[in-house]
């Protein structure tokens, strides 16, 4: 299995939400990947009344290790 989370660093003190810009760059996608990611269930947050959406790393790194290649 190719791992695409060697670039998300764990935290272990603290949790580590980060913008989609930075989920972008870590990964090494593109928006469009992203986006059909978050619709079957990459964990996401959206800030209430704002179109800004942010991650956790660490849930996003779990969900990519359970995803199948």
Do not use: A
């Not at 791992?3 to 949790?15: F, G, L, P």
């Not at 269930?41 to 849930?59: A, D, L, Q, W």
């Amino acid at each position: 299995m190719i791992s695409i989370t060697k670039n998300i660093q764990s935290t272990n003190n603290y949790v580590s939400v980060v913008s989609m810009k930075q989920i972008l760059e870590d990964l090494g996608i593109s928006y469009s990947t992203l986006y059909r990611w978050c619709k079957k269930g990459m964990p996401h947050y959206k800030v209430r009344g704002s179109k800004k959406i942010t991650f956790n790393r660490e849930k996003v790194k779990e969900w990519l290790e359970e995803q199948t290649i």
